[in-house]
């Protein structure tokens, strides 16, 4: 009889003992995982050296490029340095090999007090809605007081990176930019650069020529970078060197600011009713130091991808708008940004990519569009009230994408 063979990164024997010992009863909980992570909660029938019952693991293979664990936690450790009562406390990184004899790095901390407010989002009435992504961006907004230049920040990263990561700590002692994903950047250009990756256009020059079908070539003598496309649609743009370097020292964001990533905790009112409270902010992968026009933009990206809740997408990018100024470098990144956005969906609509297939049927369904100002980005097109797209809605969405490829 043929054996079942799980393709997903399990937390096997081996690699339990090597991250809490020998002899100890567990009970544990998939959050999620695939091939190369997982990430469990395990409560501990025994208490462990730190005294809790229970924590939060995330794993990753070795074998496979992506953030290490201890410059993702020297992230959360600088957020905590500002917001310590919404962050979790980190209890231990390090490496551990499973059954098969593969290394993966692991990353235990305690658990976040809550529910994610993906959960609960459609729930809660506008006020309590409000109330969150108010205080929510007035968190962000605290955050942003960090520079990666600051003391502070500095010996954080030591202490994190120096034992571990001493190439990437060095990197971050003369950066202006960076975090985990990015790596840290020293100039605007290599800024740009990355900036260009997260859209899927991955060639390093600092002055580009960009098409749809994602071919770049330098131009000959540009006064910036040269952003071209061949759709009719997606008009060409350029960003000037100029407004790149009169951005301000780049200041801390956590750039995925998705309702998955926010947790929130039911409070009885004295009339009986339920209100949700901010009590916690998890996933700092995408987390560093960034001009927060990047971190406003971000969202656009994110909409009918990761994030299902317009109404929560609207809510935050009015409230992030009004703790920006309105300069030519955070305007001009703004437009860019968005630019990029657009022609990262006509590429991949002509790749057949799925997740352009689902944004496109969420746009549609939603009746959003692109607005004027860079800073709003979508708009809902409708009077009246915004309409919630439920977990199996948008799981249909995905099921509609698939059968259109195929019709």
């Known amino acids: 009889m043929a054996t079942f063979h799980n393709p997903n990164v399990v937390p096997d024997n081996s690699l339990l003992c090597q991250i809490f010992g020998k002899n100890v009863l567990l009970r544990l909980a998939t959050v999620r995982q695939d091939g190369d992570r997982c990430v469990f909660k395990a409560l501990v029938l025994k208490k462990l050296d730190h005294g809790q019952n229970s924590c939060f693991v995330r794993l990753r293979a070795l074998d496979k490029p992506a953030p290490s664990f201890y410059t993702v936690a020297a992230m959360q450790k600088i957020a905590a340095s500002c917001i310590k009562h919404l962050v ?6 390090g490496e551990a090999t499973n059954d098969q004899a593969r290394k993966f790095q692991f990353w235990v901390m305690e658990l976040d007090k809550g529910i994610a407010l993906d959960n609960i989002w459609e729930k809660m009435n506008h006020e309590n809605r409000k109330s969150v992504v108010k205080n929510l961006v007035e968190v962000l907004f605290s955050l942003q007081s960090l520079k990666i230049s600051d003391y502070k920040v500095q010996n954080t990263l030591q202490e994190s990176l120096g034992e571990h990561r001493k190439e990437e700590l060095t990197e971050a002692a003369k950066a202006s930019f960076g975090g985990p994903l990015s790596g840290f950047l020293e100039t605007e250009a290599f800024f740009m650069a990355f900036l260009l990756r997260v859209f899927g256009f991955d060639q390093p020059f600092k002055n580009i020529f960009v098409n749809r079908f994602n071919s770049m070539k ?10 071209e496309f061949a ?3 997606v008009d060409s743009f ?6 790149m370097r009169k951005f301000q020292e780049a200041v801390f964001c956590l750039n995925d600011i998705r309702p998955q990533n926010i947790m929130v905790l039911g409070v009885e009112t004295d009339d009986g009713r339920v209100k949700y409270e901010l009590t916690g902010l998890v996933e700092r992968a995408w987390a560093g ?9 971000l969202q ?6 990761t994030n299902r809740h317009l109404s929560f997408y609207l809510l935050l990018k009015q409230e992030l708008t009004g703790f920006l100024p309105r300069t030519p470098p955070h305007m001009s990144l703004a437009r860019a940004m968005f630019h990029l956005l657009e022609a990262q969906q006509v590429k991949k609509l002509a790749e057949a990519d799925m997740e352009a297939q ?6 549609a369904v939603m ?3 692109r607005d004027k100002d860079p800073y709003v980005g979508w708009k809902y097109d409708v009077e009246g009230p915004i309409p919630e797209v439920s977990a199996e809605a948008f799981d249909r969405m995905e099921i509609d994408a698939v059968n259109s490829m195929w019709d």
């Open 88 to 93: 979790p406390a980190t209890i231990k990184i």
């Open 218 to 227: 330098p131009v000959s003598d540009p006064a910036g970078i040269v952003l």
């Open 231 to 233: 759709a009719k649609h």
């Open 238 to 243: 350029r960003i000037n060197d100029d407004d």
């Open 289 to 297: 130091f960034f001009p927060p026009s990047f971190q406003l933009s």
């Open 300 to 305: 656009d990206s994110l909409v009918g991808v």
């Open 358 to 363: 689902i944004r496109k049927r969420y746009m």
């Open 367 to 369: 009746r959003v569009s």
